[in-house]
């Protein structure tokens, strides 16, 4: 079993930043493979950006650039550093977790096991 929690959500102006941060309760948190997910008002739920057991990174088109997921395996902690933020970025954004993912599925939602509650980032 693996329990997430998320904090650094907020609201931030326009061009500025925000880090989240996800910290994972787990014995095998190096086998994790893990991702961060979003969900605007009336939309489905989208992946922007993940990360493998070994530290290979993927991005959603629409963040690439300005989004870095890293994770601090002292910490077990995931962070989406967002950089140059747009008002579309206004989603509660989601940590997800999973063992074993194909790579190719990783902006899949329904490849990922486990989930976070969720913080409301809100871009203006």
């Known amino acids: 079993h693996v329990q997430l929690v998320e904090s650094g959500g907020g609201s931030v102006q326009a061009g500025g930043s925000l880090r989240l941060s996800c910290a994972a309760f787990t014995y095998s948190w190096i086998r994790l493979c893990m991702g961060w997910f979003r969900q605007g008002p009336g939309k489905e739920r989208e992946g922007v950006a993940g990360?493998?057991?070994?530290?290979?990174?993927s991005y959603a088109d629409s963040v690439k650039g300005r989004y870095t997921i890293s994770k601090d395996k002292a910490k077990n902690t995931l962070y989406l550093q967002m950089n140059s933020l747009k008002p579309e970025g206004t989603a509660v954004y989601y940590c997800?977790?999973?063992?074993?993912?194909?790579?190719?599925?990783?902006?899949?939602?329904?490849?990922?096991?486990?989930w976070g509650q969720g913080t409301q980032v809100t871009v203006s």
């Open positions: 997800a977790a999973s063992y074993g993912i194909i790579w190719q599925t990783w902006s899949d939602p329904t490849a990922y096991r486990y």
């Open positions: 990360i493998d057991s070994h530290g290979i990174t």
